[in-house]
């Protein structure tokens, strides 16, 4: 099982990973792949260039904008949805305390780990898509519990609302449809009658 976007620990001649490896290459392996996520995003002045924002002619301008800008800068929208969650958590601080302990354990059930989950006992293997869903169903299930409710679901609606309204405004380059491909597939056009 591979998995897009890692990079590789080692090379082909080293052994790989044991499970005692020493706390100094887990955290040369998280800053080569906190590096390598990092490497999508794309640069600020970029995203909040002022000549770039216009209103959309039209609904299918709109859409081609939105679709265009949201693959684009998808890592520098999910920083920013992520950032207004944490400030809004800064006054509810258990739930940020719970944010930060859930944020650490997608770290190291998800993110980083370079080899899939075992179960001890029957030597089954745990998929992605398995952790993916418990990790976010556990994490829903803590916050929501931590009493700030409204406010997460709050924060998370504003930062969702700056992302779609900066992905409506800003005129991307012509570089940008050929990466909306990579995300989203293209509706094929109805046939003319």
Not at 10 to 18: A, G, I, L, Q, V
Not at 154 to 177: E, F, K, M, T, Y
Request: proline share 9%; with cysteine.
């Amino acid at each position: 099982m591979s998995k897009y976007g890692t990079i590789p620990s080692s090379s082909s001649s080293e052994p790989p990973p044991t499970a005692g490896s020493s706390p100094l290459d887990f955290i040369s392996r998280a800053k080569a792949l906190g590096a390598s996520a990092l490497s999508t995003r794309r640069p600020w002045r970029e995203l909040a260039d002022p000549g770039a924002l216009a209103v959309p002619r039209g609904l299918g301008d709109a859409y081609a904008r939105a679709r265009a800008n949201l693959a684009h800068f998808s890592m520098n929208y999910a920083i920013v949805v992520l950032a207004v969650v944490f400030v809004s958590l800064l006054w509810h601080p258990w739930s940020l305390v719970v944010f930060l302990a859930c944020m650490v354990a997608w770290l190291f059930l998800y993110f980083l780990r370079d080899v899939p989950l075992q179960v001890s006992a029957g030597r089954a293997v745990i998929g992605d898509g398995v952790v993916l869903a418990a990790l976010s169903g556990i994490t829903l299930v803590l916050l929501l519990l931590t009493g700030a409710t409204a406010n997460i679901l709050g924060s998370l609606l504003v930062g969702v609302v700056l992302v779609l309204v900066h992905a409506l405004l800003h005129r991307p380059a012509d570089s940008i449809d050929e990466e909306a491909g990579r995300w989203y597939t293209p509706v094929p056009p109805p046939p003319p009658y």
